[in-house]
């Protein structure tokens, strides 16, 4: 099955151990990952104002070719989710919002019928979940991750606002926990693993990002976890840059480890 | 210059038990709706013969609502059931001789929910005002 | 004419936000959920108060707009379905959106830059703190 | 011909506000049948009704139309005036011109013109009015109560004392319901079993009470006067009248990992049990999702045990019906599920209860044995975080909680916090508010004792997140005097969750045809006049389920439904409701189309002679409506296709006249 | 031509008047014309004899009939029964409306009847119609002898015969048939795929030819109240003379809705209308949506159940649902 792919510049620079293994992992799964053409950076954050409409375009324009293609369109990087998964929701559900973003698009070179929300988003894990299903993840395993304990570390993009991402409860998610047990390991709960890193305050209060992102790896080296698992650059950044006591890594990389891609790629 | 602007006629069938009462309540809680909107008591609303509706129109009514308890909540347990399935028949007839659909409604309308009703009414009496006079059921017979 | 002004800025907020203050009833659980509460100078249950009382301008001159996390906690835990988040960001952009007011730029990049920091910080950031 | 008066009435100016009284009064003095019309301050008044009086005197009048607010208001004020003046009460029609009307409309003329309209309606209907003399029917004279708690226990014992046998249906295995799981009770803290188990042993030990525990409505047929109701006993697998309560099954039972339900599931409870010591009726009950005989056929422990010989593994569910002149739902409430709000951690640490499963913790019969200790490692809590409005007051978009005050949260709470603090000195308190709301006898003075007497820590905020953490709950939280964020360890945090009527209730509410508002609480006749009446006839709300309260005021409602009740028994017979089907006999096909649609089988058929204008005789099947049995709903009006079968009261004729006289 | 003899059918009944077993027989009788057949009493040999006819114009239903024809005496009356008029003759069991007791019913196969009205489309003065391997032969006075295809002669109640078997009868003559697949909907689908200004162009052309003959009425088999309401003074619709024009409007909706989930889709109502209009088509409205809505039904097919709108399940179609899966069809 085929499904159009949007990485999202982290993926291209910092993150692309988060981008490489969503990859050979998918394939290794059935699931081919089409990269939309041409895609545009999404902008980061979703900037909830309803006047703002030139700083979702790039969003849009992703959607409308994955809907081009009848494709859904799969995310991997929370953020990029975020973004995507609410424009989508405001396409939806927005009219007046909708319609001035149809008419911006309409001055766009490539003509295109108006859109209004019908591309199926899905972020990495859903696609696990809802599509390929983790007891198909289950039996592809190769190397279970046995007695290895993983902190699910899920921030805020993933889950807020709940009833726009639909991703899981927003305070008792337990997709991430799903998906460790399917690799084998051990999941973590914790409290902090809703709560937020500091995010972009990185750059105007590293002090508050430190004490946010202190605070989740604490949490989740107190509960016993061996290495926290993110979807996130901007998480993994914070929560290592303010000294995790434990390592954190992608979702992802977790994933290829288990599946046995990774080792495919080194005898390469 | 004088516009005289239409006003729609409008006949509402409500039971005694549930709709009935939810008029009430739009009106203990002062919720406005239009005035062309007159309502007629009935004991339920499976007591609505598909011949007063067809008179109400004959008459003059630009639209005809029928207003019951919800299902599964009848006063004489079956009876908005019963009302269900007439009117899905009746409005499917009159929709096949070419009658306009907005003009009918069945509607369920609690005891506790004055506001649906008068947003209902509000609704069904714009819908109605927006088709202009009845005059298909009037001409059904007599080809100009 | 004051008023008139902060009126319209009220007007404006509530537009661009979509929230509807009114709505609150002064539970504090938006203050209580907040991770920046104590960076902040004004608290959430605060930001929805005064907008509610039309005191945008207050607001728009404390740098408590910038420290939102846009985390959203308090706008799923509100009871009432009120949206703190939306109000802090609209505010947030009444200032930005004003000539010569960007909060970061390009200029002020280098200074917070490290090797490691993702390209999605820095977006974000400016994002947030620039129009 | 009939001769009509019309009487306008003001209401002060909640009529007259919107509406032309006069000339709407005028108006009408041109409608056929019309003699006399005019308007007056307040027609329900005494001097009103006497206006109409005399006028019925004066001017020879056969029909009246009230034009007024509501029929479901002074329709039956009217009728009765129209009686004591001398007409049938059913020569009374009544135009809403103040619900339907001046309330709903704000335009002077609009308003006037839509009154003229609508009281012209109800001229055109009086001009086919007829008078209608009610029906009789007998009264079953025993009484239902559907469940066992405080409510359903004060309901029954109130109804026997005044002589009338009482039956009690409850679906656990003992009545008692909520207030027996309660340590003790605000405002004067009274031991909740102390006050409770007498009465229950007052019900079990009543000639008149008969108790079907363990059992359920299945059916409710019939109407006020005479309902038939089905009652399932479910199979407890034990004898009632054989088993002596001796306990020794429930303490051999090898099946010990049961969740004990009256605990909260703190603790276990065996296969076979009894819920407390002082259930009434004190017999076990085998749970069969767990008891190893009846679901592998091995064991039979507790047979071997009972000296008595009440086990009966072949028991069967049980149908029993009954007839009931009167029927009491007192189904009650349950906490809320706090699935929802799981920022405070409730599924994530054993440390964060309700306030119900505090009481139990509490209590000297509970999992501790009365000793306050957390459910997690059994130590002592020091600091404990009270929580109020846990899905209380939720905005209905949040799709969350429910949006009313659940009433009893801020007082039980101060009963908690009071009652930790006298007995643990070294405790810390701490009880996030919203608002404390405490109207009630002594109920503020109960409040400020807790602040005051006992030091409870009161915070106006909210708690935004519980993370457990080393052993510890961290309680994130706001306090909006002080203008800070507040970052508690507590040892325990109690969350005062919503309460919801009982999920039976909706069920049972569809078989009794009693209506409920949109939180699924029973709906009263009358939210102010009428509060322990449902709209249906016969059928009375006690406690709970008609909407939050505490135990005082349950009481008193449950001794209201019960006079209730009794002024129901204490009649004969029941005058009907005339407003009853009839079939004219010389046009009924006797197609048997109609009793079909009947939902009270109210409809038989009989053949009938019938004398032909020739001299000869011809037989014919035709339709009878019993008239006591006849609710009105007029389902078989509609499906008759001759039109023999009509509804006195709402005739097709009537109805086409009202129809006419709108659409003119 | 039938299948069975005419000979067969009058010998069957003088058989049973002979025995006793019944008293007097109801058929079809000769008229003016070939085709001109009304229903008719029997009660000796020789009225069979001289009077019965059986071909292929003996469309009428008998089972009206026996409403009244079996409340005039203690004895019993043979009928005759096509596969469609059983239904109705169930339906009115259904109903009570006459004693099953009194009837003695023979099935009769038929292979449709014939619609004179296409013959007089192009033959003026018809004298005699016969028929010969599937070719109808008409004799008339003015246009000479006349040659048809039989198929092109069937109403549309024939063409789309609904049903072959009998499904009540106490002797059968001949085989019996099945229950057929007909295309009897197909012309409401077309209707339901019109837009609304289309369809309510074509009614109001179809029903502005109506005089209120009241034929429709008085041949329907459902149609057998002791005083229908359009007589009845007292029911606010009664009407003779059209000094209002709402009974006539509504007349034809009241009358299909009073029919519906009785109506067995017999088609007497197009076949006696002499302004040719297709009544049928309200009716078979109602059996369609009603065979949507709430699960087939066919009125007659058996005895004593119970029709579909005087029943319900608790979640039954919405009538705004109804009329918006009208718009799926358009």
């Known amino acids: 099955m085929k499904f159009s792919y949007y990485p999202g510049c982290t993926l291209r620079t910092k993150a692309k151990e988060l981008d490489r293994w969503a990859r050979s992992s998918a394939l290794a799964l059935g699931a081919e990952l089409c990269e939309v053409e041409d895609w545009q950076c999404c902008g980061g954050v979703y900037v909830s104002a309803r006047d703002e409409i030139a700083t979702k375009l790039s969003s849009v324009r992703a959607l409308m070719s994955a809907r081009d293609k009848g494709q859904p369109l799969v995310t991997v990087c929370s953020a990029c989710h975020n973004v995507i998964k609410q424009t989508n929701h405001a396409m939806q559900t927005d009219k007046e919002f909708a319609d001035k973003v149809n008419l911006y698009m309409s001055q766009d070179k490539e003509k295109r019928e108006p859109y209004h929300g019908e591309t199926q988003v899905y972020h990495y894990l859903e696609l696990l979940r809802d599509v390929i299903g983790f007891d198909k993840v289950r039996e592809a395993v190769k190397n279970p991750l046995t007695g290895k304990k993983v902190a699910a570390y899920y921030g805020c993009l993933l889950l807020r606002p709940g009833s726009v991402m639909g991703f899981d409860d927003v305070e008792n998610p337990r997709i991430m926990e799903d998906f460790i047990r399917a690799l084998g390991a051990e999941p973590v709960i914790y409290p902090m693993r809703n709560e937020c890193c500091g995010g972009y305050m990185a750059t105007e209060d590293p002090a508050l990002a430190a004490k946010k992102s202190g605070a989740v790896s604490e949490s989740a080296a107190g509960h016993g976890a061996d290495v926290i698992v993110t979807a996130c650059p901007l998480c993994k950044y914070n929560l290592v840059k303010n000294q995790s006591p434990v390592p954190v890594v992608y979702f992802t990389e977790l994933l290829a480890e288990a599946l046995g891609v990774k080792e495919d790629t080194h005898a390469e | 210059m004088q516009v005289n602007e239409y006003k729609p006629l409008i006949v509402a069938f409500c039971c005694n038990w549930c709709s009935y009462a939810g008029a009430d309540l739009a009106g203990n809680n002062r919720l406005n709706y239009p005035a062309d909107v007159k309502i007629i008591r009935v004991p339920c609303s499976c007591r609505v013969n598909p011949m007063f509706i067809l008179r109400a129109f004959q008459r003059g009514a630009d639209g005809v609502i029928i207003c019951g308890c919800h299902p599964g909540d009848c006063h004489y347990t079956s009876g908005n059931y019963y009302t269900r399935r007439r009117m899905a028949l009746l409005f499917s007839m009159l929709d096949y001789l070419g009658i306009e659909r907005e003009r009918t409604r069945v509607e369920w309308v609690s005891a506790a929910e004055g506001a649906k009703f008068a947003a209902t009414m509000k609704d069904f009496a714009e819908k109605v005002a927006s088709l202009g006079e009845n005059k298909r059921l009037e001409d059904l017979r007599c080809k100009k | 004419m004051q008023n008139k002004k902060s009126e319209n800025l009220k007007e404006q907020v509530l537009r661009m936000s979509g929230v509807n203050p009114s709505k609150c009833m002064r539970c504090g659980k938006c203050s209580g959920t907040c991770p920046s509460y104590d960076e902040m100078e004004y608290h959430p249950h605060q930001f929805v108060y005064m907008v509610e009382n039309g005191d945008i301008e207050t607001l728009m001159k404390s740098d408590s707009v910038y420290k939102c996390l846009s985390c959203f906690a308090c706008v799923d835990r509100c009871p009432r379905g009120v949206e703190p988040a939306k109000l802090v960001e609209a505010l947030r952009l009444c200032v930005i959106r004003q000539k010569g007011k960007n909060h970061m730029t390009a200029d002020d990049i280098p200074a917070v830059l490290d090797d490691e920091m993702p390209q999605q910080a820095l977006v974000s950031a400016m994002r947030k703190y620039s129009k | 011909m009939q001769r009509i008066g019309v009487f306008v009435c003001h209401c002060g100016t909640n009529i007259a506000g919107t509406v032309d009284v006069k000339a709407v009064a005028e108006a009408l003095k041109n409608e056929p049948g019309v003699v006399f019309s005019t308007d007056y301050q307040y027609m329900c008044s005494q001097s009103g009704q006497n206006m109409i009086k005399e006028a019925v005197a004066e001017h020879r009048l056969t029909g009246i139309v009230v034009c007024s607010c509501s029929p479901r208001m002074h329709e039956a004020t009217f009728r009765k005036t129209a009686q004591a003046a001398g007409l049938n009460p059913y020569m009374v029609e009544i135009a809403n011109i103040r619900e339907q009307c001046s309330w709903v409309h704000k335009d002077m003329p609009i308003g006037t013109e839509k009154a003229v309209i609508l009281a012209k309606a109800a001229v055109a209907k009086v001009n086919l009015n007829a008078p209608l003399t009610p029906g009789e029917s007998p009264v079953t004279k025993r009484a239902l109560v559907i469940g066992g708690g405080i409510a359903g226990i004060q309901t029954a014992l109130d109804i026997a004392d005044a002589g009338f046998p009482v039956d009690i249906v409850e679906t656990k295995p003992t009545i008692g319901g909520k207030m027996a799981q309660l340590d003790k009770t605000f405002p004067t803290l009274d031991c909740a079993a102390c006050i409770l188990t007498p009465k229950m042993v007052d019900v079990a030990q009543n000639e008149k009470i008969r108790i079907f525990s363990y059992s359920e409505v299945t059916d409710v047929k019939g109407f006020v006067g005479n309902f038939d109701v089905t009652i399932k006993r479910k199979a407890r697998y034990v004898k009632e009248d054989v088993c002596t309560g001796c306990g020794l099954c429930t303490e051999k039972c090898p099946q010990k990992n049961v969740p004990n339900e009256f605990n909260l599931g703190m603790d276990n409870r065996r296969a076979i049990y009894i819920p407390f010591a002082q259930a009434v009726p004190k017999v076990a009950t085998i749970d069969p999702n767990y008891c190893t005989m009846l679901k592998t056929g091995k064991c039979g422990v507790c047979s071997k045990v009972c000296t008595a010989g009440a086990i009966d593994y072949s028991a069967k569910d049980e149908y029993i019906e009954e007839r009931y002149g009167a029927i009491v739902a007192a189904t009650g409430f349950n906490p809320i599920s706090m699935e929802k709000f799981d920022e405070f951690a409730y599924s994530q640490s054993k440390d964060v209860i309700t306030s119900l499963e505090l009481e139990r913790l509490m209590n000297a019969a509970g999992p501790t044995g009365g000793t306050l200790l957390r459910p997690s490692d059994g130590e002592h809590p020091h600091t404990i975080v009270f929580v109020q409005c846990v899905g209380s007051r939720c905005a209905a978009c949040e799709q969350k909680g429910k949006e009313y005050c659940s009433k009893i949260c801020c007082m039980y709470t101060a009963k908690h916090a009071m009652l930790i603090r006298d007995k643990y000195p070294d405790t810390d308190v701490y009880v996030f508010y919203i608002d404390v709301r405490t109207p009630g006898k002594n109920f503020d003075e109960f409040y400020r004792r807790a602040v005051e007497e006992y030091g409870v820590h009161y915070i106006k905020g909210m708690v935004g997140k519980v993370s457990p953490e080393g052993g510890k709950l961290k309680v994130q939280a706001s306090d909006l005097i002080y203008g800070k964020q507040l970052h508690i360890d507590a040892d325990l945090v109690v969350l005062a969750a919503a309460i919801e009527p009982d999920k039976s209730a909706r069920g049972l509410a569809t078989m009794l045809t009693a209506s409920m508002d949109t939180n699924d609480f029973f709906t009263e006749a009358h939210p102010k006049l009428r509060p322990v009446e449902s709209p249906t006839a016969g059928v009375f709300l006690s406690g709970t389920c008609q909407g939050p309260k505490d135990i005082p005021e349950t009481v008193a409602q449950a001794g209201a439904a019960a006079s209730k009740v009794i002024g129901l028994l204490a009649k004969d017979k029941l005058l009907g409701n005339p407003c009853v089907a009839h079939s004219d006999e010389m046009m009924c096909n006797g197609c048997s189309t109609c009793e079909k649609v009947c939902p009270y089988g109210a409809i038989t058929y009989q053949d009938k002679e019938f004398r032909m204008p020739d001299r000869t005789t011809k037989v014919r099947r035709i339709a009878v409506v019993n008239e006591a049995v006849c609710q009105g709903c007029g389902a078989c009006t509609v499906a008759c296709m001759s039109g023999a079968m009509d509804l006195r009261g709402f005739s097709s004729k009537q109805i086409m006249a009202e129809v006419d006289a709108i659409c003119k | ?330």
């Open chain 5, 1 to 330: 031509m039938q299948e069975i003899k005419r000979e067969v059918l009058v010998n069957k009944a003088k058989e049973l008047l002979s025995d006793g077993t019944v008293d007097r027989v109801l058929g079809w009788k000769r008229g003016e014309f070939d085709y001109d057949v009304t229903p008719g009493v029997f009660r000796s040999a020789e009225e069979l004899d001289s009077g019965f006819v059986w071909g292929d114009f003996c469309g009428a239903n008998f089972s009206k009939y026996l409403v009244k024809e079996t409340a005039k005496g203690e004895g019993r009356v043979l009928v005759f029964l096509k596969p469609c008029d059983t239904y109705s003759f169930n339906q009115l069991l259904t109903e009570h409306r006459f004693d099953r007791e009194k009837v003695y019913a023979l099935g009769v196969p038929c292979n449709g009847m014939l619609d004179i009205s296409r013959i007089k489309e192009s033959a003026e003065g018809i004298v005699s119609v016969c028929e010969e391997d599937g070719k109808v032969t008409a004799d008339t006075l003015y246009d000479g002898k006349k040659t048809f295809d039989r198929d092109a002669l069937l109403p549309d109640r024939c063409s789309n015969c609904k049903s072959k078997k009998h499904v009540a009868y106490d002797e059968l003559l001949g085989s019996d048939g099945e229950v057929l697949d007909s295309g009897r909907f197909d012309e409401v689908e077309k209707l339901e795929k019109m837009t609304a200004d289309e369809r309510f162009a074509f009614w109001q052309g179809e029903l502005s030819r109506c005089i209120r003959c009241n034929a429709c009425r008085d041949v329907c088999p459902a149609c057998t109240c002791e005083k229908c309401v359009f007589d009845n003074p007292d029911s606010g619709v009664e009407n003779k003379a059209a000094a209002d024009s709402f009974e006539e409007k509504m007349f034809h909706i009241i009358r299909a809705f009073h029919v519906a989930g009785r109506c067995t889709d017999c088609g007497e109502c197009s076949r006696v209308c002499p302004q040719h209009i297709p009544l049928h088509l309200l009716n078979r409205k109602f059996i369609k949506d009603i065979d949507e809505f709430y699960g087939e039904y066919q009125a007659g097919a058996e005895v004593g159940s119970r029709a579909p709108v005087v029943n319900y399940t608790t979640d039954d179609i919405e009538p705004s649902q109804a009329v918006e899966r009208g718009e799926q069809n358009a």
